[in-house]
């Protein structure tokens, strides 16, 4: 007898033990091996300041079941760990620590707030990867990297520059999306429009010296105070007259214009519409095209500046009241109207976005989206599930420039250099702060930093462009140049993560030897295998990356793009600490352990759909693992010392249940090989769960008993448990990892052992079809022995009706597994269906079954048969209806279509039996 395995399975014994292990014996890394195809995978990064939530759960265990996977299959598989600086959320967590200290981020100043943030990330930054080791993630984290290390800061400042130097990289004017809580611009991606209930204000602007008034409509009055023009369509004949003349801005008293142009909706509110080109998109170009006055109105922190005359200081929001009273006064609202519409927020804080002019940094898309959009059209990048093709492709060709300055502290600062020397305007941020001192002195005290809301000053000054201090061509001296205050967008660091994480640009701080290996990785990995993400950051990351790595590699980044569904609620509400309808993936780990919940998650997660979780749903994963522990512990206590699992079946001579077992497996095998070469991880754990619970398990292991000590049937048991154990490994690597090593204590750990080949010779397709049709007579007779109150230790005589020959045979062949399994001591074929009404009855594969039951109830037998009448009725029905329609029958390919007839006979067959039953009932 082999080691035994403990009664009952406990995760909390071996899961920190087997994790430890296998980092200790680097199992995770992967390096240059040209014996070996390479397979690599970058973690989506999460922020530094993440904690696991089931999302990273899901989207984790995905790429981690595919490493396992290829490591086993012989690949050099890789996969690329590492966290992302998260500007925005990072100052938003250590902005409201130090509040709680009393102080604020202006207080401290840019360096000490700084300093600050790094003391957090060092406490607290690793907490999102301390939590992915938990989950079991077998990532190479000798190589983990950080978006903010100096050595990736390097890549982005080259890339900075490279694009610069292309006139790919510009500042403009322009209205962008302003957070006023974060006090930063938002790329369009990072502004979600939400449909809300707001109101469209109806309100009278009086023409010049008339009594007459135009009446525009607006969601946003407060804006009015910006207003330049008023604009109708040039083919409203209703305004043709007022063209040319002026309005008095009602509230400011400002002479503005009339104009005409073709973007105003006739049919939208009035058809006349206020122009406010600094504040909102639409009037921005419309400005442009008439040359309007810009008017900005709002302070950076929402809210309203000089420019708003008496609401100068009032919140936004608090002026628009305060206008609305004020026009109602002056009898200047005509009406209010209930008003759906779309409004952008801020993807961090939730806060409404304000459309705002500022001079901003950005990047130009449309030639970087090229090459991109291409590898997509041609299917050198493909997508899982194909749908999201098209939503990329619809993306990338209404591409916008990318605003990629930050107005926050935290982040990769922008490489722009000022110098205060030649600007007078700059000269006040290189004086000292206070008295006179030498250069030396003057140098070493002086401010040297524009503060964020003066960066205005910075609007007309070129700048130099330069990733370390450069020394100003007009004086010669770098002695006061002033570096840019505001950061690079996120996402401009995260878009370089393919290539950037194995130390490109490759500059030459390292060593020579480093920096040779980190090209030849970097040629050896790149492009990536596959890419797995969440279908909210295509356009954020997965597009970007993509034409970073053409513009930067000259290829791909990866080949393929996994895009897995939504973590929901079981009422399907998206899973969020806001609304209080998490599941903590800690929490299940503690309750159910590691492999329950990632066999859980994998296996309602098909492909591309959103999947909805309830914490009942992960018993079904402790269920499975408990199943697993149990059979595992039945077959090692009934093997012998010599039982091996190493024989060639293929020249051993094989009792049925073994010849189906192997063959099962074996078919098995091909079907998941197909299933993770396809990325239908779902389908993968299904088809592993129906054949070691179902097949394995509930039949095999059953007909073992019966000749647990024979050699051959030990052998069997023990190789199918083998192989099984190296087949679930990606998908609960804790709990096989202690079987196996139970099992084969000298092979080393599973990831490392070969994956399983199929053997051919062993399917046996007609063998597996047989011994299906008598586990549905199976089944059949114990639902006959349920429904009627017998004991299942009680044996019955069975009965069996049917013209088909090859059923019969193979009834006869079986017989003897047949009546063990449904615990039956007397089995005959009738010529014709029994005349007694005192037997239980059913239809399945082909046969009529009869088991005589004393004091049967004819009316609940009648009633039972009735009901399946019906519904066999209502299944030919809907496959009528499939196969009557024109369109499904030119569309569907030819095998499915013969498929469905078939299956269309067969139920046709049931039926006529049943009804033969019920007739002879009568």
């Not at 419309?286 to 009032?314: K, T, V, W």
Request: hydrophobic residues 35%.
């Amino acid at each position: 007898m082999k080691e035994p395995l403990a009664t009952k399975y406990s995760f909390k014994d071996i899961e920190e033990k087997h994790y430890r292990s296998w980092e200790e014996n680097s199992l995770f890394h992967a390096g240059i091996d040209s014996r070996k195809t390479p397979f690599s995978i970058v973690i989506p990064p999460p922020n530094v300041t993440g904690i696991l939530h089931m999302g990273h759960a899901l989207n984790n265990t995905i790429q981690d079941i595919l490493i396992r996977y290829k490591k086993m299959n012989g690949f050099e598989a890789l996969w690329m760990p590492g966290t992302d600086h998260a500007g925005i959320a990072t100052q938003n967590v250590v902005e409201r620590k130090i509040a709680r200290e009393g102080t604020s981020r202006q207080k401290l100043g840019r360096e000490k707030f700084l300093e600050r943030v790094w003391e957090w990330k060092q406490e607290y930054g690793s907490t999102i990867i301390r939590q992915l080791r938990s989950l079991g993630c077998a990532c190479d984290w000798q190589r983990t990297r950080f978006t903010m290390d100096e050595e990736y800061s390097d890549a982005v400042l080259e890339v900075f520059v490279r694009l610069y130097e292309k006139k790919l990289i510009y500042r403009g004017n322009y209205i962008i999306n302003w957070c006023p809580r974060c006090q930063t611009a938002l790329a369009d991606e990072e502004a979600p429009h939400k449909d809300v209930d707001g109101f469209l204000y109806h309100i009278k602007y009086p023409l010049k010296d008339s009594p007459e008034y135009v009446v525009v409509a607006t969601t946003r009055p407060e804006t009015m105070l910006g207003d330049t023009a008023v604009a109708v369509n040039p083919r409203d004949g209703r305004y043709q007259h007022l063209l040319g003349r002026t309005v008095l801005l009602p509230l400011m008293e400002r002479e503005i214009p009339i104009i005409e142009d073709d973007f105003v909706d006739p049919e939208f509110g009035t058809g006349a519409v206020k122009v406010t080109p600094a504040h909102d998109p639409n009037d921005y170009a419309m400005g442009r095209r008439h040359n309007l006055q810009f008017i900005n109105i709002l302070h950076p922190d929402g809210r309203c500046n000089e420019n708003a005359g008496d609401y100068a200081g009032s919140d936004r929001f608090e002026a628009r009241e305060a206008i609305l009273e004020d026009l109602k006064e002056r009898r200047l609202l005509l009406k209010i109207e209930p008003h759906k519409h779309a409004v952008g927020h801020c993807y961090r804080c939730h806060t409404v976005i304000e459309p705002y002019l500022s001079k901003q940094w950005f990047v130009k898309m449309k030639p970087l989206s090229i090459p991109a959009k291409k590898a997509v059209e041609e299917g050198t990048i493909k997508f899982y599930p194909e749908r999201w093709t098209k939503v990329y492709l619809n993306w990338m060709e209404n591409i916008q420039d990318w605003c990629i300055s930050r107005q926050i502290w935290w982040g990769h600062r922008i490489p722009a250099w000022y110098c205060g020397q030649c600007n007078p305007q700059l000269k006040v941020y290189i004086e000292p702060k206070g008295g006179r001192v030498d250069k030396d002195e003057k140098i070493s005290l002086a401010r040297f930093d524009i503060p964020l809301d003066e960066i205005t000053v910075l609007a007309d000054i070129e700048p130099i462009i330069s990733k370390t201090k450069p020394c100003c061509p007009h004086c010669e001296s770098g002695d006061y140049m002033i570096q840019d205050p505001q950061v690079l967008d996120t996402w401009f660091s995260s878009w370089l993560w393919p290539f950037a994480t194995f130390g490109w640009p490759f500059n030459q701080k390292t060593e020579d030897r480093k920096q040779k290996t980190a090209e030849d990785e970097l040629n050896y990995f790149y492009p990536t295998s596959v890419l797995v993400t969440a279908p909210e950051i295509i356009f954020f990351w997965v597009a970007r990356m993509i034409m970073a790595g053409f513009e930067f590699m000259g290829d791909v980044p990866f080949r393929d793009v996994y895009i897995h569904g939504t973590v929901r609620d079981d009422t399907g509400k998206k899973m969020s600490k806001s609304l209080g309808n998490s599941i903590d993936p800690l929490d299940v780990i503690a309750e159910y352990g590691t492999d329950a919940l990632r066999f859980s998650l994998i296996s309602i997660a098909a492909m591309g759909q959103d999947v909805f979780l309830s914490k009942e749903k992960f018993e079904f994963g402790r269920n499975f693992c408990n199943k697993l522990w149990n059979a595992s512990r039945f077959i090692l206590m009934n093997m012998d010392d010599k039982t091996v699992s190493g024989v060639d079946f293929k020249k051993e001579k094989l009792a049925l249940a073994e010849a189906w077992i192997l063959s099962r497996f074996n078919s098995t095998l091909k079907n998941l090989n197909k299933a993770l070469e396809t990325y239908r991880l779902n389908e993968a754990a299904g088809v592993l769960y129906e054949f070691f619970w179902h097949q394995f398990c509930d039949w095999y292991i059953e007909l073992a008993k019966l000749n647990i000590g024979e050699s051959n049937t030990q052998a069997v048991l023990l190789s199918v448990l083998e192989r099984s154990v190296l087949l679930l490994h990606p998908f609960a690597p804790f709990i096989t990892e202690e079987i196996w090593q139970k099992v084969t204590p000298q092979a080393g750990p599973v990831m490392t052992q070969p994956w399983p080949q199929v053997e051919e010779c062993l399917i046996d397709e007609k063998l597996e079809l047989d011994m299906q049709r008598v586990i549905d007579v199976c089944v059949a007779v114990r639902n006959m022995r349920s429904e009627n109150n017998i004991k299942p230790k009680e044996k019955k005589v069975l009965q069996i009706f049917t013209e088909d020959k090859a059923a019969r045979e193979t009834l006869s062949v079986y017989a003897e597994y047949l009546k063990r399994l449904a615990n039956i001591s007397e089995l005959t074929f009738c010529e014709e269906v029994p005349k007694k009404t005192s037997c239980a009855s059913s239809v399945v594969a082909g046969c009529q079954l009869f088991m005589p039951v004393e004091g049967l109830d004819v009316g609940c037998e009648k009633e039972k048969i009735a009901q399946q009448v019906s519904q066999l009725r209502r299944h030919i029905s809907r496959k009528d209806s499939l196969l009557s329609n024109e369109n499904y029958l030119k569309k569907a390919p030819p095998e499915v279509v013969e498929k469905e007839k078939q299956s269309r006979r067969q139920l046709q067959e049931e039926l006529e039996k049943l009804e033969a039953i019920n007739n002879a009932l009568k």
